[in-house]
C-alpha cells in the first residue's frame, strides 16, 4: 500500500576494485532501498565480461538466493533500484541496461529523467536504432554505440552533450567504471573509499552500511573515472552552470541519517519543524507525526512550541510490501493499514499533526478524521513544506498538475477539503532559509513552477500525461 | 535479520458471522504481524465445511493473489501468524491446524505453549493416534477426537482439563466458533463486534484495523461459544486460580498502540522509562532509543530527565524481510543492516541509549560500539526491564540458560561487555509499580524464575535444549 | 489429454540395501510411469529415519532437481507413481504415505483398492483416530498403528487380515523393507536382484531399467521381509486361495516389454490379434492400430489375416502432459490432438482397425470418423477384449455402469454409434485361451460382473459413484 | 534425454484473419513439436499492436495456463518451436524476435541459418546498432530498420537480398503477415486455408491438427504477402535459382504424416527401408526398428525381404521430458532410459535392427550391446541414409566433423565400433531414386560435402565449433 506522496524513482550504487563487489553492491542498494522499491539489478564485470541479475522486486527479495552471487563475479560492479508507475512492460526496463555493441559491453544505471528524449529517439530511429526498452536511459547507450572515437570517456561525453534533464550515471564496461553527475546536480551522489576500492552512491547510508569512508559529494557537472591503477580522475567535461539540486531531497526522499547537498538530512528535518512553529504555531496539547517520515519535523515544532511530542500514530511495520486491498464490501482501509491512532493518547486533547506535504489531499484527509475519531477535540494539521502545485519532470514520479490539491486550490479550501482545524505550510522562504547554505539555487520546480532545464516543447503546454507517452518512460 | 531479542511465538484472530469472514481475517493477521513472522494461515467455515489455505511466510506474501479467497468462502473464519525456531519440517507445523474426524472437520489455532505436552503425546501414540505434526497444539485435538461425549463444548473442556501451560485458542467447526484463554491468562485475548460478526484476536489494534468495537478482554479461564442465534455464551469450565498474566507484553511483544490486560502498550512504556530515569539518572546530552520498540522508554527517559530525545539511530524500514548475509569474507554486518547513527547528531555527546531487555549481549555490544564510533563521548545503556535469567516456558521463544547472559553475570559484567560506561536496568519493583494494576500478579518467570505453572519434571532439573526436544515443538 | 479408457491407478518399486536406493528408485518409477501420471513420490531411509519427497507431476518433473536426491539418503527406498480422478483434495493424497507413531517411523506405497475401506475408518475414527488423507492406504496404517505386538510384521499380518480387496504394497521403516501381494493377486508385483540389493517392482520392465536381474514374481499371498543379513524370508501368513490375477493387465495397462504373470505381454497381445482375426475375419486392404497399445494386437491380426500391418494413425509423442484445450468456439479437437491420420495411405482403402477396447463409446466414433475423412472406403473396427460392462473395484478406475457403453448397447447399436461398418469384440473364451495359463482364475469381474472379492454390501445395488464415495477414495 | 542423432532446429506457424489465432497458433506449434523443444512463443496481433508469450520448455508447458491466450489478442498470430544448443543466454533468443522501431512493431520467426551472419552483423555494429540476441534472424530485423522506403515488402526484400543462406520465414506486423522462403527452399514451408484465414506452417501436419486445408507448398524464393481484403499476393522477388531442398526431412526430420516437397513422409520412409533391403539383404530371422523414426523403414525392409517386422525395442513414451541423469556411480544408463528390449522376441534370433543415421556411433553402439544383451543370436545393423561425414550449415545442428563417426572411419571400422554382426548404410543413389521428384536436386551437404550456398570464408577451412562462434549462435 502506497501513500499518495511522490515516489522517489531511483537509487545507483558502485564500486571498483574489490574481491567483493557484487555483494557488497547488494549491500548498498539495500541501504537505497528508498529510493525505489519497484525492482532492481546489478551487472558485475569480471575484467573480462559483464553479468547480470536483476528483476522486479525488492532487494532482498531479488537477491535472496545466495548463489545468485556466484554469478556475478568480478571486482567491480554498479546496481539500481527503481520506482516507476507500472505497466505492461516493466520486466524489461529494470535496470542497470546492459548490451553489447561494436566495443564490447557497457552498463548503465540512471537516476534521474531526461527533458529531450522523445527527439533523440525520434532522431535514432530514423537512422534505424531499434530500441529494447521504453527507457530514456537506452538512448544514452545508443547515443555512445554511434559515436566512432576510439575513447570511452569522450564517446560518453559527446553523448552527455546531447541530452538535457537530470542524471546521475553509473557506467561500466570491462575494466571501468565511471560516475556523472549532470551540471545541474538535480540528484545527490556521493563518492566513497573502502580499503583500496572506490564507491559511487546516490546517498551516504549506502557508504556508512559498508563502512567505506566518505570522501565528498561528486559535483554537478563533473564525472569521475575509476583507472585500472586505482586512482581516479575527475573530469568537468561540461558547460559550467549554476548547479539546482532537488530541495524535496531534504523534505522527504533522502534518508534522515544521510548526508547530501553537504548537509544531513534528519537536522535539516527538524529545522524545518522549528520554522514551522514560528510561521504557524497554535496553542495545543500534544505534537504528532505521519510517520516514519513527518517524525524529525514533528521532534523540531514540538521542540519549538513547547507543547509535547508523541508517538500518536503507530506504523505497522510489515506495510511496504505487496499488500491486497480486501473485497469491495470493505475496500476503505487505506492508510488505516498502514497507521493506527493510541486512542488513549488522543482523546479529548487539542492534537497538532505534522506532514512533510500534501499531494491529492486525500491521505492527508484520513489521517485527520482518523486522529478526530480517535477523540481529538481539534485538529491543526502542519506541513513541512510549501504547497507542490507543479510536477517534476527531473526524476520523481508527480501526479499530474489536476491531481495536485494545490494547484487548483487556496490553503483554506484545503484545509475545509482535508476537514482540519486549521493548517499551515510551510513558507517557501522558510523551507530555503531553514536549509540554509548560502548561495544554493535550488531547484523549486514543484512549489514555484520555475523549470531549470527547458523543455523542447513549453512547459506549460504539457500535461504530465501525454508528456509520459512522449518520453517514453523514465527512471 | 533478527536482532537477538525473545520472539512472540503467536498471534490469533477468529470472525463469526460476517460475510467478509476471511477477508477481514486477512486484515486482522496483518496487524498481528508482529507477533509472527515465520507462517501463517486462516480456515473458514460455509457451513458445511472448512477451508484452509497456510503456508510459510508474511501474510502479505501468503494471501498475495486475491483468488485465495474465493477459496475461503463462508461467514466465519479463524487465523493465526507463528513464530519459530525453524526446523526441517516446519511446512507441516503451520497453524490453524484442520482436521476431519468421526465427528465431521475442526480447526484450531493457538498461542502459548503446553508443558505437559511429552507425556500426553506418549499416552495417546500408546493407544495408536499418530500424529501428523510436531505441535503441541495437536494433542488437544487428539484429546477431543477421543472423548465420545455428543457435546462439543464438553470434548473441548474435557481435552482442556488434561493440558497444562499456556493458551489462547481459537475453534473453528462447520458451525461454531469457540475462543478459550487458560486459567492463568498468560497470553492477551480480547472480543470485539463489528456490526453483527463476533471478533476475537490477540491484542485490540487488529479490531482497530477493522474498525471493530473493542468489547473487553476475554477473561483468564474463560471460554466463549458463538451461537447460531447471532450471540455468545460465557463459561468458566475450569477451576479458577490466581492470574498470572504476562508482563512482557507490556515490555515489548505487544503493539504500542494495543491495550491488553487493560492498558494501553505504549503509555505503559513510556512510565517504564520515567521510572528508569528515576532509579538510573546520568548526566547526558541526549537521550536515543533502540528503534522501534525502545523508543517509548526513551521518550519517557526523556521527558523525566529533561534530557532530550533524538532519532540518533535511524532503522532501514524494508528490514524484517529475508536478508541473505554476504559472504564470509564481510560478513560482520549484523545490527548494520538494521541500524545507522546520525553521525552530526552524536558527534561529541554524552549519549544513553534506551533498550528494552539484553538476550545474549551481543547485539547491545554492536549498538554500543556503532554509537561510540558515531563520535558519542560517553554511552549510558538503560534497560526498560529487569534482567532475564530464565527461559520462558508459556509461548515465548527465548535462548536457553546458558545463552542468557544475566544468567551467569553480574551487572557490571554486562556492562563491560557491551562496552557501556554505564549500565541500568530497570528494577522488578520499578517495573510492576510502573505497569500498576493494583493486585495482579504478573508471571515473572523469566527474571525471577518462578514458574506459575509446574512442570512434569522439576524445573531446575530442566535445560531449555532438552525439554523443547521432549516438547516435541510448540507454538 | 486422456483417450477415455480405463486408467491404471498405480506402480510401486522399492530397493533394499544398495548405495544409490533412492536415485534407482526414481529410475524404477520412471519405467513404471504409464501406470500413473498424476503424482509420484519417494521415501528413503538412512537407517535413522525416512526422507521424503513426493508431488502431483511426473516422474522426470518431480525429480527434476538432481539435490532432491541428496534429500533422500540410505541405502533402502520405495516409491508410487499415482493416477487418480483428481480432486480438491490430491496433494495431501500423494503415496508413498509416511507417518511417525509410538514404534517409530513407517511409509507405505499401494497399489491396488480396498473394499470394505469405509467401514474399517468408520470404526477407527470412534476410537479417536484421525485421518491425514483420504486414501484407504491410510487405513492399514493406523491398524498397524493400533496393535500392541512388538513384532512389526506381525502388526502387519494383523492389519491385513481385516482388509479385503486388491493390494502390493511396499513398507519401509528405518531398517527394513516388506512386500505383500494380495491372496488374489489382482496386481502383478515382481522380484528382483542387483548386486547385493534386493527390488521389487510392479512390472520387470522397471528391472531392466536399472539392469537388475528378475528372480520371480512375488506370489499371490506371499510377504516378503528384506532382512538386515543381506537374505529375504519369504511368508504366507494368509488363508490361501486360489488366485485371480486382472487379465486386463495383458490387455493394456502393462507395457509390452514387462513379463507379468509368467508371460510377455507384447506376444500375448499380438496372439489377442491374431485370435481376433480368427474369430472375426474381414476383407480388407490393411490394418491400422489406434496407437501405441493397439499395436501389437493389429500386428497379430495382420499376421493372421494377411492383411499388410501400415502405420495409419500417427500420434503427436508430445501428447501426455498437461495440455490446455483452446477456446470454446474450437474446442472440437479431442483426439485430433494425439492422432493424425496419413491420408495417402488410407484413400480409398477398406481399413481394419485395431483397438484395446470401447469405453464410452466417444472416443471410437472419432477414430472411426477421422480415418473415414481421410479417405478410408471401408473402416471395420476390431477390439482384442471383450465388451467391458462393469466397472472395477480392484484398483482400476473405470467410469461407473452408466457411462460404459457396453452396459447397456448391444454390439449393433455400439456399431453404428461408432460409426463403424463392422464392428467385433475378442470373445471371453478367445481371450482367456490367448492369454493361457492353464489353471489361473483370471479376474473377468470388469466384462463378466463377476466380482472374486466380495463387498460390505450387494454389488448389486452398488453404484460407481456412491461406491466412491464410501471408500474415501482409493489408490 | 536426447539421443545423439542431428536435431532440427525450428518450426514456424502463422495464421492470418481468424478470430482465433492465438489458439490456433498454439495447435500449430503443438503438431511441430519434434521440430524444436528447447523453447517456444507465439506473437499476436490485434491490428494495433503485437502481444507477445515466449519462454523456454515445451509448447503445453509454456502455454499451460490458458490466461495466457487473453494476452495474445487478435486475429493474426505467428509462432515458433526452437531446437538449439543451449548456451548461458538462452532465454533471450526465444522466437519470434519482436521489436518497436521506427515504423511501428515487428515481429519474425525464422526456420533456417544464415551463413554471412557474422559479417553483416559487424557491419550494422560498426554505424550503431545494438544487438539484443545472438540469433542471426535479429540481423533481418536490423536490416529492415536501416532502409528508408516506405513499403514493407520492400524493405524486406531488400533486407533479404543481402542475406545468404537457409530461411523460412513469418513476419507479423500490426496489420501484416508475409511469409518467405529462401531461393533454394532448403526448409518446408505450405500453406493452408482455414474458413477466410491464410495458415502458413513448416509442415503439413499442423494443418491437419486445425483442420486447416492444405492448398500448397510456398515455392523456393517465394514471398507470400496477406492482405487487408483476405487475399494473398505472391511475388519471386529474388533471382530464381535451381532449388536444393533438404533431404534428411525425409530421412527423419519431418513427421511421417505430413506431406513435404510434394511427398507423403510415411511412404517415402518405407521405400527407403524397402531399397535397403534391395541394397544389403541379409538371411534373419526378425526386422526391428529403432522407434520411433526408424519403423517406418523397417516395416518396409521386412515386406522387400519378407523377414517379419516385430517391435523389438519398446520406447518409454514419457522421455522427451527434462530427465536427470542419476548420480556419477551408476551413470551409465543413457539409451536404456529411452528403449527397453523384449527378451522373449529376440532370444536366439538373428536381428535386422534399422535405424535412420549414425551420428557418433555411440548410441548405436548401445542398441546393438542391447539387442544382443537380450539374447540375440546375430544383430545386423541397417541405416536407411548414406554415411553423414559433413556438417549443415542451413538449419540443423550437427556435431563438428570431428564428432561424426563417419568423417574419419570407414564402414567396416563403425561396423566394429557398434559392435554389428554386418552394416549397410542406404547409397546415394538409392537414397535419391527412393524419394524421386525428378529433376529436384536435393542438397546434399551433409553426406557429400558440395554446399550449395557458398560461405564468405572456404568451407574446408571452417571448424563446426569456431564457426558457430561467428555465427553468434543461429537458430
Known amino acids: 500500500m502506497k501513500l499518495s506522496r511522490p515516489q522517489e524513482e531511483c537509487g545507483v550504487f558502485g564500486i571498483y576494485n574489490h574481491s567483493e563487489a557484487s555483494n557488497l553492491t547488494y549491500l548498498g542498494l539495500y541501504a537505497l532501498q528508498h529510493r525505489g ?27 535472496s538466493n545466495p548463489d545468485v552471487f556466484k554469478k556475478l563475479p568480478g571486482k567491480s560492479a554498479i546496481g539500481h ?37 522523445q527527439l533523440l529517439k525520434a532522431e535514432l530511429e530514423a537512422y534505424g536504432s531499434i530500441f529494447q ?13 554511434t559515436y566512432k572515437t576510439n575513447s570511452l570517456v569522450d564517446r560518453i561525453v559527446e553523448a552527455l552533450k546531447r541530452v538535457q534533464g537530470a542524471y546521475c550515471l553509473l557506467f561500466l564496461t570491462e575494466t571501468r567504471m565511471i560516475a556523472v553527475r549532470d551540471p545541474n546536480g538535480f540528484r545527490p551522489l556521493c563518492l566513497g573509499k573502502l580499503g583500496d576500492a572506490w564507491v559511487v552512491a546516490s546517498e551516504s547510508c549506502a557508504l556508512d552500511l559498508i563502512e567505506a569512508d566518505f570522501i565528498r559529494e561528486i559535483e554537478p557537472g563533473e564525472m569521475i573515472v575509476c583507472t585500472k ?52 504555531p497554535v496553542d495545543a496539547d500534544v505534537v504528532i507525526a505521519v510517520p516514519d517520515s513527518g517524525v524529525p519535523a514533528a521532534m523540531g515544532y514540538a521542540e519549538e512550541s513547547g507543547i509535547p511530542f508523541e508517538l500518536g500514530l503507530i506504523r505497522n511495520h510489515y506495510v511496504g510490501r505487496t499488500f491486497i486491498e480486501p473485497a469491495q ?37 484520513k489521517i485527520v478524521k482518523m486522529v478526530r475519531n480517535a477523540g481529538a477535540k481539534e485538529v491543526h494539521l502542519r506541513i513541512s513544506s510549501p504547497p507542490t502545485s507543479y510536477p517534476c519532470y527531473y ?43 548560502g548561495n544554493t539555487h535550488y531547484c523549486k520546480a514543484c512549489f514555484a513552477g520555475t523549470y531549470p532545464v527547458a523543455f523542447p516543447k513549453p512547459a506549460d503546454t504539457l500535461q504530465k500525461g501525454l508528456f509520459e507517452e512522449e518520453m517514453n518512460g523514465h527512471e
Chains 1, 2, 3, 4 share one sequence.
Open 37 to 63: 522499491q519497484e525492482s532492481c539489478g546489478i551487472v558485475s564485470s569480471d575484467g573480462n565480461s559483464l553479468h547480470a541479475h536483476k528483476r522486479m522486486g525488492l532487494v532482498a527479495d531479488v537477491f
Open 81 to 117: 533500484v527503481r520506482y516507476s508507475t507500472a505497466g505492461a512492460s516493466v520486466e524489461k526496463n529494470v535496470q542497470p541496461i546492459m548490451v553489447d555493441y561494436s566495443r564490447g559491453s557497457i552498463a548503465v544505471a540512471h537516476n534521474g529523467n531526461l527533458v529531450n528524449a
Open 133 to 145: 526498452t521504453t527507457m530514456d536511459t537506452e538512448i544514452i547507450i545508443h547515443l555512445i554505440a
Open 229 to 280: 591503477d586505482g586512482g581516479i580522475k575527475s573530469l568537468f567535461p561540461f558547460k559550467k552552470i549554476d548547479p539546482t539540486p532537488c530541495i524535496f531531497e531534504f523534505v522527504y526522499f533522502a534518508r534522515p541519517d544521510s548526508t547530501i547537498f553537504g548537509r544531513n538530512v534528519y537536522l535539516a528535518r527538524k529545522e524545518l519543524g522549528r520554522q514551522l512553529a514560528r510561521e504557524y
Open 329 to 365: 464490501s470493505i475496500r476503505h482501509f487505506g492508510v488505516k493499514i498502514k497507521l493506527n491512532p493510541v486512542r488513549e493518547l488522543l482523546k479529548g486533547k487539542r492534537v497538532v499533526v505534522i506532514d512533510d506535504s500534501i499531494v491529492r489531499g486525500t491521505t492527508s484527509r
Open 395 to 437: 526524476g520523481i514520479d508527480t501526479p499530474n498538475r489536476k491531481e495536485l490539491i494545490s494547484s487548483s486550490h487556496t490553503i483554506d479550501e484545503i484545509c475545509r477539503y482535508v476537514t482540519a482545524d486549521t493548517l499551515g505550510y510551510l513558507s517557501e522562504e522558510g523551507l530555503i532559509s531553514s536549509i540554509g547554505h
